[in-house]
């Protein structure tokens, strides 16, 4: 499942083995988006799994939080894999 994470404090965060995120994506209208990082209140990027950054390769752009509360929408700027 995705995580929302800003770039400035919260990057690259550690998931469990199944939840590893290997790259990040842009959500809609970023950095003026609704998609909130929950620890600090600054803009949030979308934080994926290796299985989740091949579905945004094939052309998913909508993605479910770790809650199912609410789904985040990516935009269309190249994916940002972790090196």
């Known amino acids: 499942m995705t995580l929302c994470r800003c770039l400035e404090n919260h990057s690259w965060p550690e998931g469990k083995n199944a939840n590893k995120y290997v790259a990040y994506v842009f ?3 970023y950095p003026d988006t609704a998609a909130i990082c ?6 949030g990027i979308i934080w994926l799994t ?15 939080m770790l809650t199912h509360s609410v ?3 990516a935009d269309d700027r190249p994916i940002v894999r972790h090196k």
């Open 27 to 29: 959500p809609i209208g």
């Open 38 to 43: 929950p620890l600090c209140q600054r803009a």
């Open 50 to 64: 290796e299985e989740e950054a091949e579905a945004f390769a094939s052309g998913q752009r909508v993605f479910k």
């Open 71 to 73: 789904w985040l929408k």
